[in-house]
């Protein structure tokens, strides 16, 4: 981390990841695409996620995973920043002399052959089915069920443990602490996500905020009574309900927001011990 120290009254102290191991080299033509920037509007051109909006221009970068190409392997050629996410991305060359993206595992290095199949070597960065994982082992990028093409555990520093195998699923434990069964036939990379130092970054300063496409946030408070359930009153006066509520009048601590779900019966233990 690089930490910026407080020059004016409009800057706090602010932090970086540092970048100087990564390759400075633009994407390939044949892997990114022009993003298109909806500010958080839906197709009727309304507010469906709010807060967003502006944003520095960025192009995707589109992200394969080494079980589309199950029993080849793959050269790392570079480790590159994503503007997107907050993983960091390398750049893969196939036998074949194909190039892909994968998102980098922490400690990855260039030149590196990964490998993918139902069993290869336990290494940081190869892949393979969780049934062949020892138990103990981080993963990461895990499939949600067999031959899918959603996976979870992508995040910077992100990591889930194999706590035990049995029959046909794997016991995983995830990040929030919630214990999960996945298919044992789904694919794993070993290894922790890397940037593992996102969490602890320091933004400083509103504008930065601003360049990521994040627009600021009112409190309900000073709102007019039409605009939000807490608005309304003169100065600084408390929301004058039992409950904190929603800009849509739903209560916001303490009610249940998930709903029941046809993958309720693969969590084994929430994440809040029950």
């Known amino acids: 981390m690089k930490t910026r120290k ?8 602010e932090s970086f990841t540092d970048r100087s191991d990564l390759s400075a080299s633009n994407p390939p033509r044949s892997l990114k695409r022009r993003r298109v920037s909806k500010s958080g509007r839906d197709i009727l051109g309304h507010i469906s996620v709010r807060h967003q909006g502006g944003g520095s221009k960025r192009q995707h970068r589109l992200v394969s995973t080494l079980d589309q190409i199950a029993g080849e392997e793959a050269k790392v050629l ?3 920043y994503d503007p997107n996410r907050s993983a960091r991305l390398a750049l893969i060359e196939l036998t074949s002399g194909q190039k892909k993206y994968i998102i980098a595992q922490h400690n990855l290095k260039v030149g590196q052959i990964l490998k993918v199949s139902e069993k290869v070597a336990v290494k940081t960065g190869n892949r393979m089915m969780l049934k062949n994982v020892p ?6 990028d895990i499939q949600i069920y067999p031959e899918s093409k959603k996976y979870i555990a ?4 992100t990591q889930t443990s194999l706590m035990a195998v049995d029959g046909d699923y794997a016991l995983l434990k995830m990040p929030s ?3 999960r069964k996945i298919h044992a036939n789904c694919f794993a990379t070993i290894g922790q996500i890397s940037n593992i130092e996102h969490s602890n970054i320091k933004f400083g300063n509103a504008g930065r905020r601003r360049r990521m496409g994040i627009r600021p946030s009112v409190r309900g408070k000073v709102m007019s009574p039409k605009a939000h359930p ?6 600084v006066n408390p929301i004058g309900l039992k ?3 929603t800009p849509w ?4 601590i303490g009610k249940k927001t998930r709903r029941s779900k046809s993958s309720d019966k693969f969590i084994v233990r929430k994440r809040n011990g029950k």
Do not use: D, N, W
């Open 6 to 13: 407080r020059m004016t009254s409009g800057y706090f102290s």
């Open 78 to 80: 570079e480790i590159q």
């Open 135 to 140: 138990v103990g082992v981080a993963v990461s």
């Open 154 to 157: 992508r995040s910077a520093g």
């Open 177 to 179: 602490g919630e214990l």
């Open 230 to 235: 807490h608005g309304g009153g003169e100065g």
């Open 243 to 245: 409950y904190p509520k």
């Open 249 to 252: 009048g739903k209560i916001a």
